[in-house]
């Protein structure tokens, strides 16, 4: 299995990114990833009970488990907390991008992030998708991934290669972060490329179980979005013996959770006005589930997370974040061991003393900078 | 009923608070709440499953029902995370104090505030506690309310009387903050002293019914402390005709709600860091705890307290908690009102569209200087 720290198209695919003036800095903010191939698609989105219109537009889309050619992104607006508008505004630049590709509508999936409550300037996209399907190529990822951020100081990308039989699989994977990041889909778009030959049934299970581990185990504030969104298609390209539950399906995940932990990590390196990149692992639990709620809950503690910024070594909170957790634990067997706390890698070790199960979750810490980019963004 | 924003004590009571050098600076750190009429107790404890000792020996002292008279509280030190030592540290000092008192050591409460993880100084208070005693007097609660504060940067203070009956009734809150503020009894030690004649099962009844509205309803930084808690003495000193649950239940209620909520306001006014005091209304709910929980949901975000800090009307970042807050909530039909960012006092008003319930909670914004605060506090 090789890891590429770059974005790497599988076979089939292409993707561009321009910018069509939803930021008002110029920088690039529409996106597309397509492939001409039939592609199954498996999405998991935030749980966030208000959800953005895009979201409820794709959840249309995938009933039925159609075939898939597109998804298209813009930054710099959510299109959430924007009404039925909000959601004929979707529809309608699918419908665009519909045409423009010769495709039917139901083939696309879309994401937006940015900031919420605002309509989408629809003009400004519906103009430029000729120009985005046009510049469509292999090269376009390098568009495309820097399209989808926000506050992000830099791209997260990976791609994984590994045979299965003789043939070579390709995992490509893009993201962006940086705030308002919690688990269950929560701040964060995801979207991974592979030109495997897989079942939908296999291609599902499979991004459940990686994004388990991986996305839903990094929480940057807490804050879970209305937008987020890890989307998968798969092309079948690769002419691979089939991936399915019972074939393949181990070498598969274990390729896909390569890639959605890579991506987590960087949106987590990536934190907004973090300065630490902190590991929680929690072990000795009774179960997965629950050596992750203690991490999450020492994670999500803004005095844990401000006691890493100051580098400062109070310990009891780490004890009192493990005793809110709603876990029942006792004091006595309970173990906390942290690294050095003068690094930008920080370790964090947790002994529960109840049972065999572990987790690791990854954070950042709170700090000044946080406070001054979230108070000023708009 | 008169609400004086001073601490009076009620009839029978006594206070003392000195230095006994648990705190560096030389700042009070011991205070005595003590009458010699023996008084009925309710208390209610942090929820957090790692309990300080303190709390662990007052659990102990409260079964059964007895009569007790006096409360000691130490801070600069919370007395937790220090395993089977700490508790026999906390039942050392109030041996000492039984001693002193002549009374029994189970008549007597115990609270503990300040950095979690080291041995009490316990030879410092037992030193301490003949001089804390000898000057017990009515004017002494000036320098207990002084003496339970940590980083408070004001004391927490109220009093009440109205009468039952003929006969006056007083009802003496005092309260210390001022981070790690969150619901369940989380991060705050609260004392309360009243004259009334009342039955212990409605003390107790009376008790929960006030904090429920009060103390629940407060959150700085969702941080649930291991120490806290909130203690009611009742001396029966006032001669009024018994309270009960069936008799003049509901005015001793209203009288302890309005001391648990000045103090429980006045914690987050005084939050650490905080520049802003902010009202959460969430109306329209189909019951209380379901309001609750999307106020706390609100006011828990870090995301929406750095908008309040920045002044920045992000209302986007209100619906996100609100649909994260785990409630069934439909985007249609959800209202936001906020009222001008430019003030102290912030109002929130979200209407949810499910019931005709609602919860208000108060909370504090989120700023460079609690990060400040706590990235330094040990």
Known sequence: ????????????????????????????????????????????????????????????????????????????????????????????????????????????????????????????????????????????????????????????????????????????????????????????????????????????????????QTFNCITVDGCMSTNDAVMVLANNAAGNPLIDINKNFVLFVQALKIVCLRLAKLIVLDAEGASKFIQIKVSRAKSFAEARQVALSIANSNLFKTAMYGENPNFGRIASAVGASGIEIKEKGLKVKVSPLNKKYIDVNVSINQGRASATVYTSDLTCEYIKINAEYN
């Open 1 to 212: 299995m090789k890891v590429y720290t770059k974005a790497i198209l599988p076979i089939g695919f292409k993707a561009n990114g321009l910018a069509c003036g939803i930021k008002k800095s110029g920088k690039l903010d529409l996106a597309l990833f397509d492939t001409r191939l039939p592609a199954k698609a498996a999405c998991l989105f935030t749980t966030n009970k208000i959800q953005a219109a895009p979201i409820q537009l794709n959840k249309k889309h995938l009933k039925g488990d159609r075939q898939y050619h597109s998804i298209i992104v813009n930054s710099g607006n959510a299109n959430c907390f924007t009404g039925e508008k909000g959601l004929r505004d979707a529809e309608e630049s699918v419908k665009a991008l519909a045409h423009t590709l010769g495709a039917k509508k139901e083939s696309i999936l879309v994401a937006s992030t940015g900031i919420i409550g605002r309509r989408l300037p629809l003009l400004k996209i519906k103009r430029a998708i000729p120009e985005l399907v046009k510049g469509l190529s292999r090269a376009g990822i390098d568009k495309a991934k820097k399209a989808i951020i926000t506050t992000d100081t830099f791209t997260k990308e990976v791609t994984v290669k590994f045979n299965i039989g003789k043939r070579m699989v390709t995992i490509c994977g893009v993201a962006k972060g940086a705030g308002m990041i919690a688990p269950h889909m929560a701040t964060m778009l995801s979207f991974i490329l592979t030109d495997a030959q897989i079942s939908v049934g296999a291609l599902k299970k499979a991004l459940k179980a990686a994004v388990d």
